[in-house]
Nanobody
Framework: QVQLVESGGGLVQPGGSLRLSCAAS????????MGWYRQAPGKQRELVAD???????RYADSVKGRFTISRDNAKNTVYLKRNSIKLRATAVYYC??????????WGQGTQVTVSS
C-alpha cells in the first residue's frame, strides 16, 4: 500500500506564495509519475501539473507559466509552487502517484484558500 501525505495548504493572501509538498511512503516499487490535481468549488477535478521520474513536466494550459512542479526522487516527494497567487487558485489540491503498472494513488487533499 502507498500513502501520500500532502502539506503546505491553508490560507494565502492574494499575491502571496504557495508551496505544496507531497511525500509518498509505503510499498513503492516503481513510480511513473507524481503530480497535482485540484478541485475548485462547483467544478470538476482538473490536472494542474505532473512530472515523471525522468523529470519531464506537463502543465495544464490554464496554469502554464504560473505554477512550477518539481520532485525529489530520493525522498519520493513532489512539490508545487506558485508565486503571486490569485483568488482563482482557491481549491482542494490533490497529490497523485502513478505506478509503472498504471495504478493511481491519491492523497486526501489539502485546502488552499486565497483570500485577504
Amino acid at each position: 500500500q502507498v500513502q501520500l501525505v500532502e502539506s503546505g495548504g491553508g490560507l494565502v493572501q492574494p499575491g502571496g506564495s504557495l508551496r505544496l509538498s507531497c511525500a509518498a511512503s509505503g510499498s513503492i516499487f516503481s513510480i511513473d509519475l507524481m503530480g497535482w490535481y485540484r478541485q475548485a468549488p462547483g467544478k470538476q477535478r482538473e490536472l494542474v501539473a505532473d512530472i515523471t521520474s525522468g523529470e519531464t513536466t506537463r502543465y495544464a494550459d490554464s496554469v502554464k507559466g504560473r505554477f512550477t512542479i518539481s520532485r525529489d526522487n530520493a525522498k519520493n516527494t513532489v512539490y508545487l509552487k506558485r508565486n503571486s497567487i490569485k483568488l482563482r487558485a482557491t481549491a482542494v489540491y490533490y497529490c497523485i502517484l502513478r505506478g509503472v503498472g498504471g495504478y493511481d494513488y491519491w492523497g486526501q487533499g489539502t485546502q488552499v484558500t486565497v483570500s485577504s
